[in-house]
């Protein structure tokens, strides 16, 4: 009987497999860009351990093992933004990622008035851009960043009765692939 993959909040203690599990997932973009020094390559583990103490931060379990992530943070707008979605590549293609984004938008609306989702990718991540756009997140910008990246942000609107009266969204509204 295999072991099923549970998604629950983060604690500090997660923060060394966030980590180490974020710089395998990023190392594919690095290369595609041409790129080593991008932020998730580049954290440090104090500075997951804070966005654990400061933000909305999820994991993925398989047992013991931490199999993917996400981030998210609130600002005063309401906007609520996404990143650092990544699902362990021997995990990926298998609804991981759709699973987390639709728990973080879950969670956020259950917790913080949210008018908006939003999230960025590299413009070469064509996988992730699929899927986004597949769950109802329209690009609403591009900017270039080096020679060799852009990057796409796309937002996704809160239905209304779910911004208002902070009551959680579909359970199909949304999911995120590896890394955004």
């Not at 992530?69 to 759709?98: E, F, W």
């Not at 908006?116 to 270039?144: C, D, I, M, N």
Request: overall charge positive.
């Amino acid at each position: 009987m295999g072991t099923s993959v549970t998604i629950e909040t983060a604690a500090e203690q997660d923060g060394e497999q966030i980590l180490k599990l974020q710089y395998l997932c990023f190392q594919s973009d690095a290369e595609r860009y041409g790129d080593y020094r991008l932020e998730p390559l580049t954290q440090t583990l104090d500075g997951v351990r804070a966005e654990i103490a400061d933000g909305h931060v999820l994991v993925a379990r398989l047992g013991d093992e931490i199999v993917g992530s996400v981030r998210a943070v609130v600002d005063a707008d309401g906007t609520a933004a996404i990143g650092k979605l990544i699902v362990h590549p021997r995990m990926q293609r298998h609804g991981l990622g759709r699973r987390l984004l639709t728990a973080i938008e879950a969670r956020l609306a259950e917790r913080v008035p949210v008018t908006r989702y939003r999230l960025s990718t590299g413009h070469r991540g064509e996988a992730g851009l699929r899927l986004y756009r597949k769950v109802g997140y329209t690009p609403v910008a591009t900017e270039r960043v080096s020679r060799a990246l852009s990057v796409i942000t796309l937002e996704k609107s809160v239905p209304r009765s779910s911004a208002e009266g902070g009551t959680t969204a579909p359970a199909d509204r949304g999911p995120l692939a590896a890394t955004a």
